[in-house]
Nanobody, 116 residues
Framework: QVQLVESGGGLVQAGGSLRLSCAASGSTSSILAIGWYRQAPGKQRELVAI???????NYADSVKGRFTISRENAKNTVYLQMNSLKPEDTAVYYC??????????WGQGTQVTVSS
């Protein structure tokens, strides 16, 4: 099993920045990729960014050029640096670990609110 704990959410004005952290514990050697997802009220959960165990990354079009996903292997932590935040970025942000040989784990989520 893999446990994930997110932190770093909060309230920020439009144009501001936040950095989210996702700390993994447990069977971390089984992790194939970690992704950040978000869910706004009344909307479906969507993938924001993902980083594989090999270091490759992918981003949603809506955040390209503004968000950066990175990892610190020594701390089993993945970060999401969010710059130039917009009100439409307001959501609960979750991290998800895709595991070998199958399945995934979710964190509890952290609220990000961007005021206009």
């Amino acid at each position: 099993q893999v446990q994930l704990v997110e932190s770093g959410g909060g309230l920020v004005q439009a144009g501001g920045s936040l950095r989210l952290s996702c700390a993994a514990s447990g069977s971390t050697s089984s992790i194939l990729a970690i992704g950040w997802y978000r869910q706004a009220p009344g909307k479906q959960r969507e993938l924001v960014a993902i980083i594989s165990s090999g270091g490759s990354t992918n981003y949603a079009d809506s955040v390209k050029g503004r968000f950066t996903i990175s990892r610190e292997n020594a701390k089993n932590t993945v970060y999401l640096q969010m710059n130039s935040l917009k009100p439409e970025d307001t959501a609960v942000y979750y991290c998800n670990a895709r595991r070998a040989p199958g399945g995934s784990s979710w964190g509890q989520g952290t609220q990000v609110t961007v005021s206009s």
